[in-house]
Nanobody
Framework: QVLLRESGGGLVQSGGSLRLSCLGS????????MGWYRQAPGKERELVAVITGRESTTYGDFVKGRFTISRDIDDDTVSLQMNSLKPEDTAVYYCNAETRVAGREYTHWGQGTQVTVSS
């Protein structure tokens, strides 16, 4: 079992910055990838950024250099620094962890944190 707890969401003006953090607990040694997804009202959940244990990163196309994901394996945390925020970045942001146990893949989600960007 992996538990994920997000923090750092809130309200920010367009052009501003926020930093999201996610603390993992439980069977963290089985985690190989952590990241962030988001879901806006009426839209599907989409990839924001993920990072592997070897610090290989993947970003959603809309990020365009504005966000940076980082991971501290020793502290079981993953963070997302978001700069140049736009109103269309408004969404619930979910922390994600992918684990592999006995050859099987599992996906874990946090409760989500609201990010609202005002114009």
């Amino acid at each position: 079992q992996v538990l994920l707890r997000e923090s750092g969401g809130g309200l920010v003006q367009s052009g501003g910055s926020l930093r999201l953090s996610c603390l993992g607990s439980g069977v963290m040694f089985s985690v190989h990838t952590m990241g962030w997804y988001r879901q806006a009202p009426g839209k599907e959940r989409e990839l924001v950024a993920v990072i592997t244990g070897r610090e290989s990163t993947t970003y959603g196309d809309f990020v365009k250099g504005r966000f940076t994901i980082s991971r501290d394996i020793d502290d079981d945390t993953v963070s997302l620094q978001m700069n140049s925020l736009k109103p269309e970045d408004t969404a619930v942001y979910y922390c994600n962890a992918e684990t592999r146990v006995a050859g099987r893949e599992y996906t874990h989600w946090g409760q989500g944190t609201q990010v609202t960007v005002s114009s």
